[in-house]
């Protein structure tokens, strides 16, 4: 991923496949690559710094289970029951004479 994005799903979703990712070391992929863990952050967009990384990224030993379980902190169920949590926390903690 050699862009900067806010967030950035496409490193999410190769997460999810059990994939590692290389990616420029900005923005919102920062959130979900973790240099050696699940990919590999690139600091300098030149040419041969992507060449490196692209070379080392296929020699280097990632575990698609654990890829694929980081993936999970981005998964539709976890959002859903945080959420709710987070709006019964807001209802319990309203005090009874509080109008909406």
Known sequence: ??????????????HACGRPVVALNRGGV???VQ????GLLVD???EE???E????????AFDARAIRAGAE???????????LAAVQALVAARPEDARW
Not at 53 to 60: E, G, Y
């Open 73 to 83: 902190r981005f998964s539709r169920p976890r959002f859903q029951q945080e959420f």
């Open 53 to 60: 990384a692209l070379d080392s990224v296929r020699h280097t």
């Open 44 to 46: 300098d967009d030149s």
């Open 30 to 32: 920062l959130d979900s």
């Open 35 to 38: 240099h050696g863990v699940n």
């Open 1 to 14: 991923m050699p862009w900067e994005e806010d967030f950035g799903i496409v490193p999410v979703e190769a």
């Open 49 to 51: 710094a992507w060449v």
